[in-house]
């Protein structure tokens, strides 16, 4: 059973910093890339960051690039999203997920190309 488990959201100011993980169970995890998103209030699930599944290599959105950094730790089976100068617009609820595609070629930022997500965890940015 693949199970993915998200931690380290909180309430923050405006201008700080939060490190969100997911702990990833059940399937390979070197064979498919990651994505973070999120989901405010009376909004759709958007595309926040991913990480391929070979190399490292990231992919963002255009509302956090050079705030947010994704990454991944393959022998801890875990993702990371480090969110900096948060803004009191990236009040959301944090979803992590993995690609249904082993060994995708590129990206996605379609969340119906991941088929497995975790809970959510919840980042508050108070202004």
């Known amino acids: 059973q693949v199970q993915l488990v998200e931690s380290g959201g909180g309430l923050v100011q405006a201008g700080g910093s939060l490190r969100l993980s997911c702990s990833v169970s059940?399937?390979?995890?070197?064979?498919?890339?990651m994505g973070w998103f999120r989901q405010a209030p009376g909004k759709e699930r958007q595309f926040v960051a991913a990480i391929r599944w070979s190399f490292g290599t990231t992919y963002y959105a255009d509302s956090v690039k050079g705030r947010f950094t994704i990454s991944r730790d393959n022998a801890k089976n875990t993702g990371y999203l480090q969110m900096n100068s948060l803004k009191p617009e990236d009040t959301a609820v944090y979803y992590c997920?993995?690609?249904?595609?082993?060994?995708?070629?590129?990206?996605?930022?379609?969340?119906?190309?991941?088929?497995?997500w975790g809970r959510g965890t919840q980042v508050t940015v108070s202004s």
């Open positions: 997920a993995q690609d249904k595609a082993r060994w995708r070629n590129g990206f996605t930022s379609d969340k119906d190309s991941y088929d497995y």
């Open positions: 059940g399937r390979t995890f070197t064979k498919y890339s």
